[in-house]
């Protein structure tokens, strides 16, 4: 499975952004999917991740603010992102749930200052 993560950029606290990844391969096959997310210095962290069934999981630091979809038809997995603040910044990732070592991309940067 090979997966392009997009959407990031740079916004002011508060702000929002919709973050994509495209799914090459068997998407409607792989139950869970999820965004992952590594800040300067720490390590990477499970953001939220979704079934195939559409039961979601979020990490308390993003609970309220982030939402994860998929669209199957579209092969594509969404991260809605509101009211983000400074501590959001990190490149955000997508992958399976669990993660398959060989299906990290190269990440998003999402840069949240004012």
């Known amino acids: 499975v090979q997966l392009q993560a997009s959407g990031g950029g740079y916004v002011q606290p508060g702000g929002s952004l919709r973050l994509s990844c495209v799914v090459s391969?068997?998407?409607?096959?792989?139950?869970?999917m999820g965004w992952y997310r590594q800040a300067p210095g720490k390590q990477r962290e499970l953001v939220a991740r979704?079934?195939?069934?559409?039961?979601?999981y979020y990490a308390d630091s993003v609970k309220g603010r982030f939402t994860i979809s998929r669209d199957n038809a579209k092969n594509t997995v969404y991260l809605q992102m509101n009211s983000l603040k400074p501590e959001d910044t990190a490149v955000y990732y997508c992958?399976?749930?669990?993660?398959?070592?060989?299906?990290w991309g190269q990440g998003t940067q999402v840069t949240v200052s004012s």
């Open positions: 391969g068997s998407f409607p096959s792989i139950n869970g």
């Open positions: 992958n399976t749930w669990p993660a398959r070592l060989n299906a």
């Open positions: 979704i079934t195939r069934g559409g039961n979601t």
